[in-house]
């Protein structure tokens, strides 16, 4: 699957991002799609993830009650809604496809296609 990411930008702290990623190329609903991160000088991060049903979502701590990942089967679009963004929370963010039907992971080694990330600048 291809995976095109978009909706990075500066925004202030406080204010909110909504990114998104279209798929291409296979089944969307078999893939658990999942949304990583990394900061300058640091390891790449995983952030949420969602099942292919959508019914099941996995966060990072950092993240939980701030951001909200959710996808469209029907236009094989995962999105990451961010509000409440903090300085901390820029970096590049990645989106990402993993071969679980029903499942969900939070393993970067689950995934096996990424998107090109999208820079996510926070100012205070």
């Known amino acids: 699957v291809q995976l095109q990411a978009c909706g990075g930008g500066l925004v202030q702290a406080g204010g909110s991002l909504r990114l998104s990623c279209a798929a291409s190329?296979?089944?969307?609903?078999?893939?658990?799609m999942g949304w990583f991160r990394q900061a300058p000088g640091k390891e790449r991060e995983f952030a949420a993830s969602?099942?292919?049903?959508?019914?099941?979502?996995s966060y990072t701590d950092s993240v939980k009650g701030r951001f909200t990942i959710s996808r469209d089967n029907a236009r094989n679009t995962v999105y990451l809604q961010m509000n409440s963004l903090k300085p901390e929370d820029t970096a590049v963010y990645y989106c990402?496809?993993?071969?679980?039907?029903?499942?969900?992971?939070?393993?970067?080694?689950?995934?096996?296609?990424w998107g090109q990330g999208t820079l996510v600048t926070v100012s205070s």
């Open positions: 969602i099942s292919g049903s959508g019914a099941i979502v």
């Open positions: 990402a496809a993993a071969p679980l039907p029903i499942s969900i992971s939070r393993r970067t080694s689950d995934f096996r296609s």
């Open positions: 190329g296979r089944t969307f609903s078999n893939y658990a």
